[in-house]
Every structure is written in C-alpha cells, then in structure tokens.
C-alpha cells in the first residue's frame, strides 16, 4: 500500500531561523499533499496544501514545495516563532479510498 | 475546528464496557474518518464513510464499530474486545481530499 515517510522526527530551531520538514511518497498517482499542524491535546489543523500541477505554494510565513519526479514535497516555515512548537503531519491523498496517508509527524521545538 | 464537534472531550469507563464517541458536523461533507493516536505516535485510520449507510474499514478496525445513519453524525462505539482502548480519538470529515479535524476525545479505560 501507499506509504510516506516524513523527516525529521524532531527539529529543534532558534527563534527566527528557518524549519524544513520533508516527505517522501510512494504513488505516482498521488495528486493532492496536505499539511497539518497538531498542538498538545487538539485536532490536527490543516495549514497549507498543494496539488499536483502545482511545484509551489505560499502562505505568509509557510510555504509547501513538490518535486514529484521524485516524489517529495516539503514544508517550510520562515521567521520561526514560538507558536510554532507543535507537531508537523505531511499526507497523501488516495483518491481510491478517498482518504489520507499520514507521515508519522514531526515535533517541531522553536527556542526563544 | 471548522464546525466538527466530538464530545464529550474526556471519558471515563471500566475495563469490559461499551462506549460510543460522538461526532457532528455541520459543514455538508460527505465523508466522515475515525482516527486513533496514541502518545507520541501518527494517525491510525479505524473506519470511514464516504456516504450515509455505508462505512469502510481502516487499518485498526478490530474492537470498533460505527454507524452512517445521517449525513452529519458518524458515532464511534469502542467494543469490550478492543484490548488497548485508552487512547486519543479523533474525526474528521473531508470533502475534495481536504479533510478537517474536531478537538478529540480523550478515551481512558481503567
């Protein structure tokens, strides 16, 4: 089955300083890459997306990138600020099935 | 937590009890998922509804049972024979791939 692998599992950055959160997919017909942003004991919050004909998108201080020659698209967080410490999920949408595959998360930990 | 509603946000029951998880939305989405996350662990899939009166297994079905009567209610009732239910229980609703996510319910079995 479908599987995405998300890098790092942690990552820790000064205040500031820019984060980089990368996942890897395994479908070629995968055409649609949600990320999430989960803070301690909440729902996970859909931050940014981007779909397939698409190689970059951009909001405020988030943007996504895909490279689907080789299946990975990335997350990156610019002026990281303390707010942003909470857990990171990449996912893959299986149109077949209509539903998600998660990354395993990353804690992101922004140090003032 | 875009109109998704889960309650109650903690419960409490006895090790060999039924329980049923709620979750509501109001924002017309035809599909509905139950996930389970663990401590420091991802998302695990349990069941999914893409339409009323029908619902697929997920990855961890075993001990779990759910219900598609109406388009905005997708109860989760978690069986006696669920050997490790204490756990964060999470819905969601998508529609066009994006899914949405209630608060959570915090499910501990003593």
């Known amino acids: 089955g479908e599987n995405v692998e998300q890098h790092p599992s942690t990552l820790s950055v000064q205040e500031g300083d820019s984060a980089v959160i990368k996942c890897t997919y395994s479908?070629?017909?995968?055409?649609?890459f949600p990320w999430y942003k989960q803070e301690l004991g909440k729902g996970p919050q859909l931050i940014i997306d981007?779909?397939?004909?698409?190689g970059e998108k951009k909001d405020q201080r988030i943007a996504v990138t895909l490279n689907k020659t080789a299946k990975h698209f990335s997350l990156h967080i610019t002026e990281t600020q303390p707010e942003d410490s909470a857990v990171y999920f990449c996912?893959?949408?299986?149109?077949?099935?209509?539903?998600?595959?998660f990354g395993a998360g990353t804690i992101l930990r922004v140090k003032s | 937590d875009g109109g998704i509603t889960q309650s109650p946000k903690y419960l409490f029951r006895k090790e060999g009890q039924n329980v049923t998880l709620s979750c509501e939305q109001n924002?017309?989405?035809?599909?509905m998922y139950w996930y389970r996350q663990d401590p420091g662990q991802g998302l695990r899939l349990i069941y999914y509804s893409q339409i009323v009166n029908d619902f697929q297994k997920g990855d961890i079905a075993e001990g779990y049972s759910v219900s598609r009567e109406k388009k905005e209610s997708f109860p989760l009732t978690v069986t006696s024979a669920q050997k490790n239910p204490t756990a964060f229980y999470l819905c969601a609703s998508s529609i066009q791939g994006k899914q949405y996510f209630g608060p959570g319910t915090r499910l501990t079995v003593t």
């Open positions: 479908d070629s017909a995968s055409n649609y």
């Open positions: 924002l017309n989405h035809d599909a």
């Open positions: 996912a893959d949408f299986m149109e077949y099935g209509n539903k998600l595959v």
């Open positions: 981007i779909r397939s004909n698409v």
